[in-house]
């Protein structure tokens, strides 16, 4: 994804603690998200692959630098031009758009959008749902309301991605993970979570942030931050979306299948929600819960 030049950022949706958080909670609990198992096994999964694993700026990733300056902060963000630069404001505008998309959004539906920050740090720091990290990957805490997210966990996705992803599938974990909390807003983000399987409460969890995803994808020009993705961008984000379905995770790992503990969906129905939510561009018709999925 693009931004315009002259967008303004407000990097304040951002807390940057980089440098100086740590963590002693113990393991992660309550949090929902693309991060905390699917994106890790998709790092695992490029890895197994032999995919390419080309320098920051590889050649066609269209990404930002990964960080900034030495010493800078998420503060110094504030155009659109430093997020084509600057993976960490990159971050801050992709929070920016989505944030400003549910604000408008639900105040058309008559409803009211609470800002949320993202924490963003290094190592790892403590969250109300456990020690958040970089083996944890990006997730949303519903007890505190926060996104946490390591930028070095960003900067090996990146790594993996360079050749063939782009900064769109970065885009896209970070959207799925507002998609919670807009879940958790509206209520639904506890709806039979615990629920494995291919038609469980889980997979219908995940697949509903997804096709949340999507819909941002589709009105993200609308917010004044960023240019309309391309075709190829949009190739890129089905393709992130596809590499963390549960049946492929799964026969990598372990060279079989098994659907019955599925909790995120498979390729086809994450790639299927996505394209639910872009296609559409309306939240309304990413009701995961009603039928068959």
Known sequence: MTFRRGARLDPSQVQDARGRTGGTRGLLVGGGGIGAVVVALLIYFLQSQGAPIPGPGGAGSGAPAVGGPEG????????????????????????????????????REGRSYQLTDTQLFSGQMDSACGVASSGTGPFYCPTDRYVY????????LRGQFGATGGPLAQAYVIAHEYGHHVQDLLGTLGRKSSQEGPQGGSVRTELQADCY??????????TGYLVPPTEQQ??????????????????EVQGSVN???????????????????????????????????
């Open 259 to 293: 659907p019955e503990s599925w909790r995120h969906g498979s390729s086809t129905q994450r790639d299927h929600w996505f394209m639910v939510g872009f296609q559409g561009g309306d939240p309304g018709a990413c009701d995961t819960f009603s039928g068959p999925i």
């Open 149 to 156: 997210l390591d930028i070095g966990f960003f900067n090996q």
């Open 213 to 222: 995803a999507g819909v941002w994808v589709k009105n993200a020009a609308s």
């Open 234 to 251: 949009i190739a890129d984000a089905l393709n992130a979306a596809a590499a963390v379905g549960d049946d492929r995770i799964q026969q």
């Open 72 to 107: 800078s902060n998420t503060a110094d963000c504030h155009t659109g031009a430093q997020a084509n630069e600057r993976l960490d404001c990159f971050i801050v505008g992709v929070v920016d758009s989505v944030q400003a998309y549910w604000t408008t959004e639900l105040k």
